[in-house]
Structures are given as C-alpha cells and as structure tokens.
C-alpha cells in the first residue's frame, strides 16, 4: 500500500488506512477491550508502518495514557522523515485514583494545555501531526453511545472557547493540524467561524451510517475526514458469531454495547452479506467492509484497529478494492433487509 491521498488543506499526505491504537490499550479502564501483550502491541503497530500505513491514531484516554506509550515506543528511533504521523486526541479527563471510572469530557483551557505536554511526552515526539477534540466538553462522564453526544452539565467549556485553544496550539507550533470527533454539522459550522477545522473524525461503518451529514459537511469545507470503527469492533471481520460474542472476555467494553447484544442479530446479517462480495473480489470480509467505506464520497481515510500483526494482513488490502455499482446495490440492500444501524444504506 503506497498510495496517498492529500489531507484535506494540509501539506500531509496520508495512506487510505490509518492504525488505530484503541485496542491494544490494556484492560483495567473503563473501555478496554480485556488484556493485551505490549510486545504483541508494539508488534501490530510495526507491521502495519512495515506494511505502508503511514498514520497512526491513538488517544489520550486510551488505556489512561498507556496506548500514547505504546505509539511512543513503536515510533522511537524513527527519523522524523521516516516516522508516521501521529494523530492524537484530548478531552477525555480520568480520575487517576479510580481508573474503573467513566472519564469526563473536559476541554477547559488549562486542562488542554496540560493535556497536550503529557502526549507529546508519552509520544516522545516535539509536534503532533493532529490534535483533536475527542468529543464535545459536556462536563459529564462519557457513556460510551458510538458518537452520541451527551447531556450538557452548566460546567462546559463552550465549543468557541476550546477550539479557539485548539487554534492557538497550533499557531504556536506545538500542532501541525485541529480536528474534531463525534462533533455535529452545527458544531462544526461554530468551529470553522473560529479556524478552520483541519480533519473531522466521525465512527463510519455499513452498520453506522449516522455520521453521513458530518462527512457531507467536511467535503464541501475542504476538510479531511478520517472514519473510525469501520469494521464496527470487529463485527464486519467476517469472523464473529453469537457464540463469539458469548465468549468475550471479562473487561471487554463490547460484552455490554447494544451493538453486541440487542443490536447483534442484525448486524451479522450485514456481514454475512459481504461474505459473497468478498469471494467475487478474492479478498476478506474485512476488506469489502472498509472498502465500502472508503468508496464513500468526502471519506479521505479509515482508521483500523488490530490487536496482532496477522490481523494487520486481513485489511491492509482494502484500499486497493474497487467496489462496483452492482456491489455497491448488494451492501444496500442488505442493510436495508437487516435493519441495522442508521443512516443511508449508500454513498
């Protein structure tokens, strides 16, 4: 894979596929997905930059810092010309003395301030390549919604008040471009009066279909657009059944989201119709998923997760399939006939 696409009005160009770094975060917080091996960890991340994957994306609250030490590590020795770029996020503040806590979405000035210095120390790097909102401050604890907002606590931070921190970090360098994740069209028309947003980071998949206003918005702004989740957690692999599902480990966040539960019936069933897709094109399940995200017009990358290196060889394809019209009408009318997710069925 090494073919890149232009990053929205930035001077970076990024490959199609990004490696995202939520899963190899550990267990011991609210939203792992059950324990890891580092080595295994640092492994995955090597073999996807081995592999032509140019980005990395991780967050601050992944594994309480500990996914940032991951990257740092997987990224240390690197030249800065060879090193991938880095994509981080801030806003979602933990307790230290209870890490089983839900964080709390806070994006106040000095928090961010504080936010940015300790990532670049776990990254071990002097800039990030692209600083991001994670969610809109509500001054609540985050509840895990795949991209719902949240009620708005008196205690928020206004929209106009951190981005316009956002903008100043990278006016002074410590920044080379701002986005916002799981943030609505309006929110983003308030940002982009203030600085332009640079990237957008919205959850994208055939079963989540919600973000399509959002991915609209960023095309007609010239802003970069980098879809997280569109394998859906695992669920558009082509490899998991209700039984599988059953057998998730104790510390696993998915054991308890409706995606896994209530929502499972229908969202197999999408996947079970790939399955054909895949056979046609000779590639995996997993590949036609992100595939057909990626044919999704405004959509510039997608962010990918993996645990283990051999999981890195079952997307790292996609880029390179080529969807056609016929393909395109199957996926739709699968998800239609499934009833899963929201949102329009095609781009």
């Given at each position: 894979?090494?073919?890149?696409?232009?990053?929205?009005?930035?001077?970076?160009?990024?490959?199609?596929?990004?490696?995202?770094?939520?899963?190899?975060?550990?267990?011991?917080?609210?939203?792992?997905?059950?324990?890891?091996?580092?080595?295994?960890?640092?492994?995955?991340?090597?073999?996807?930059?081995?592999?032509?994957?140019?980005?990395?994306?991780?967050?601050?609250?992944?594994?309480?810092?500990?996914?940032?030490?991951?990257?740092?590590?997987?990224?240390?020795?690197?030249?800065?010309?060879?090193?991938?770029?880095?994509?981080?996020?801030?806003?979602?503040?933990?307790?230290?003395?209870?890490?089983?806590?839900?964080?709390?979405?806070?994006?106040?000035?000095?928090?961010?301030?504080?936010?940015?210095?300790?990532?670049?120390?776990?990254?071990?790097?002097?800039?990030?390549?692209?600083?991001?909102?994670?969610?809109?401050?509500?001054?609540?604890?985050?509840?895990?919604?795949?991209?719902?907002?949240?009620?708005?606590?008196?205690?928020?931070?206004?929209?106009?008040?951190?981005?316009?921190?956002?903008?100043?970090?990278?006016?002074?360098?410590?920044?080379?471009?701002?986005?916002?994740?799981?943030?609505?069209?309006?929110?983003?028309?308030?940002?982009?009066?203030?600085?332009?947003?640079?990237?957008?980071?919205?959850?994208?998949?055939?079963?989540?279909?919600?973000?399509?206003?959002?991915?609209?918005?960023?095309?007609?702004?010239?802003?970069?657009?980098?879809?997280?989740?569109?394998?859906?957690?695992?669920?558009?692999?082509?490899?998991?059944?209700?039984?599988?599902?059953?057998?998730?480990?104790?510390?696993?966040?998915?054991?308890?989201?409706?995606?896994?539960?209530t929502g499972l019936?229908?969202?197999?069933?999408?996947?079970?119709?790939?399955?054909?897709?895949?056979?046609?094109?000779?590639?995996?399940?997993?590949?036609?998923?992100?595939?057909?995200?990626?044919?999704?017009?405004?959509?510039?990358?997608?962010?990918?997760?993996?645990?283990?290196?051999?999981q890195v060889d079952?997307?790292?394809?996609?880029?390179?399939?080529?969807?056609?019209?016929?393909?395109?009408?199957?996926?739709?009318?699968?998800?239609?006939a499934s009833g899963?997710?929201?949102?329009?069925?095609?781009?």
């Open positions: 894979m090494t073919d890149t696409v232009r990053f929205g009005t930035t001077d970076m160009d990024i490959t199609r596929l990004g490696f995202g770094s939520w899963a190899v975060s550990g267990s011991g917080w609210t939203f792992g997905w059950g324990d890891t091996d580092d080595a295994e960890s640092i492994a995955a991340i090597r073999h996807a930059f081995a592999s032509g994957v140019n980005w990395v994306d991780t967050a601050a609250v992944y594994g309480l810092g500990h996914s940032e030490e991951l990257v740092g590590k997987a990224i240390a020795g690197l030249p800065e010309a060879d090193r991938p770029y880095v994509f981080t996020k801030a806003g979602l503040v933990w307790d230290p003395e209870n890490p089983s806590a839900a964080p709390r979405r806070i994006m106040k000035p000095a928090s961010v301030r504080r936010e940015i210095e300790d990532s670049l120390r776990r990254l071990g790097v002097e800039r990030i390549d692209l600083y991001q909102v994670h969610y809109p401050d509500t001054g609540e604890s985050l509840e895990y919604a795949g991209g719902g907002f949240g009620a708005v606590s008196p205690n928020a931070t206004p929209l106009e008040e951190y981005w316009q921190v956002m903008a100043d970090l990278k006016a002074e360098g410590k920044v080379r471009a701002i986005g916002l994740s799981n943030h609505s069209a309006e929110q983003l028309d308030a940002a982009e009066a203030i600085a332009h947003v640079d990237a957008i980071q919205p959850p994208f998949s055939a079963i989540n279909r919600s973000a399509a206003a959002e991915i609209g918005w960023a095309k007609e702004h010239g802003t970069a657009v980098i879809g997280y989740s569109p394998l859906q957690s695992g669920l558009l692999t082509g490899t998991f059944s209700a039984e599988r599902v059953a057998g998730l480990p104790e510390g696993d966040w998915r054991t308890g989201h409706a995606d896994f539960t019936a229908a969202n197999l069933r999408v996947a079970e119709a790939l399955r054909p897709i895949a056979a046609r094109h000779g590639v995996s399940v997993a590949e036609v998923a992100i595939a057909w995200v990626l044919a999704w017009p405004g959509l510039t990358g997608a962010i990918v997760g993996a645990r283990f290196a051999r079952g997307w790292i394809g996609a880029s390179e399939v080529e969807l056609t019209q016929a393909d395109l009408d199957e996926v739709s009318a699968a998800i239609d899963a997710g929201t949102g329009p069925s095609r781009p």
